[in-house]
C-alpha cells in the first residue's frame, strides 16, 4: 500500500465528493434507492478502492486481487459509483441505475458486473461468504485479503454471530470486516429499534481485534487497515463512525433517508452543496 500523502488525501477527497455527487444522480434517475448510506460511505469506498486495495479495474479477474463483499447490498449506488470512478466500467453507465435490464440492479448481482464477488440481498450473509473466502486462501496458502462492509442494523441478525465465530475460532487474519456505524435503520435508529451495544467488547468476546474509526477521515481509514494487515493471529473488525446523508445537510442523521431517493428538486439543493463543498476541498489544498 502506498504512502497517503497530503496530495494523495486531496485526491482521495475530491474523488469521495465527485462520487457523492453520482450518488446523488444515480438515485434521483431511478426514482428509487437507499441515500443515507451511500453517502455516508463514500469515503471508505474511496479509501479501499482509490488506496487500499491490491486490485485491477482493467483485469477484474485477476487471481492475485484482494476480494471486497458487500453485504448490506442495498447501500450500492455507493459501490457502483466507486467502481465506475476507478474505472471498472464508464460512470455514463451509472445513470442506468435499477432500471429494466441494467447491469446495476437494486442489490448487486454476481457476474452482472466485471468485480462484483457476490451477490447481496439478503441482510446478514456477507460476513459468513467473506470468511469462507478468507478461510479458503488461508487454507491455500495464498496471500488475498478480504474486506467485508456491513451496516450496525445488520448486526441484529443471528448468522451474522455464527460468521463471527467461525472467524474467531479459525484466526482469520486476513479477513478485515467494516461496519458502517451510522446508527439508522429504515424505521429509526438502531439503539431504538434494537440495541447492539457494546458492539466493540462483544466482536472482542469473539477473539476479534476491534478498531474504532472517523469513517469520514482517510488517514484513520488508511492508518485501521494497515493495523489489520499487522494483526496476525485474528480477523479484524473497523467500525467506522459514518454520517448517514453525508455532505447533504437536510439528509445527514435523518433516518428518514435510509431507503428514500431525492426527487428533483432535493437533488438539485443537494448536488449545489456537494458542488460548493467540492470547491472549499479544492481552495483548502492549493
Not at 60 to 82: E, F, K, M
Not at 183 to 202: F, S, V
Request: proline share 5%.
Amino acid at each position: 500500500m502506498p504512502h497517503l500523502h497530503e496530495n494523495k488525501i486531496k485526491q482521495l477527497e475530491e474523488i469521495a465528493n465527485q462520487i457523492r455527487e453520482d450518488i446523488i444522480e444515480m438515485l434521483c434517475t431511478a426514482k428509487s434507492g437507499h441515500s443515507a448510506g451511500p453517502l455516508g460511505m463514500a469515503d471508505v469506498f474511496t479509501a479501499l478502492y482509490c488506496h487500499i486495495l491490491n486490485h485491477d479495474p482493467k483485469n477484474p479477474d485477476w487471481p492475485d486481487r484482494d476480494r471486497v463483499v458487500l453485504s448490506n447490498g442495498h447501500i450500492c449506488p455507493v459501490l457502483y459509483a466507486t467502481m465506475a470512478n476507478a474505472g471498472y466500467f464508464s460512470r455514463d453507465e451509472l445513470k442506468t441505475l435499477r432500471q429494466f435490464g441494467t447491469r446495476l440492479q437494486g442489490h448487486p448481482h454476481r457476474g452482472a458486473l466485471p468485480g462484483l464477488e457476490t451477490t447481496s440481498g439478503p441482510l446478514g450473509s456477507g460476513l459468513s461468504q467473506a470468511a469462507g473466502m478468507a478461510y479458503g486462501f488461508i487454507m491455500n496458502n495464498q496471500k488475498q485479503r478480504v474486506y467485508c462492509l456491513m451496516s450496525d442494523a445488520e448486526q441484529e441478525i443471528g448468522n451474522i454471530w455464527e460468521a463471527v465465530m467461525f472467524a474467531g475460532k479459525y484466526k482469520l487474519r486476513n479477513l478485515t470486516a467494516m461496519i458502517d456505524r451510522n446508527n439508522i435503520q429504515i424505521d429509526g435508529y438502531t439503539e431504538n429499534i434494537m440495541p447492539i451495544e457494546p458492539l466493540r467488547e462483544k466482536y472482542e468476546a469473539f477473539n476479534w481485534h476491534v478498531i474504532d474509526i472517523d469513517g469520514h477521515n482517510f488517514e484513520e481509514i488508511v492508518n485501521a487497515t494497515e493495523q489489520a494487515r499487522a494483526i496476525y493471529e485474528k480477523p479484524t473488525l473497523i467500525i467506522c463512525h459514518t454520517i448517514p446523508g453525508k455532505g447533504v445537510d437536510f439528509m445527514e442523521f435523518d433516518f428518514k433517508w435510509h431507503g428514500s431517493p431525492p426527487n428533483k428538486e432535493q437533488a438539485d439543493k443537494a448536488l449545489q452543496q456537494l458542488r460548493t463543498l467540492d470547491g472549499k476541498i479544492k481552495s483548502e489544498h492549493e
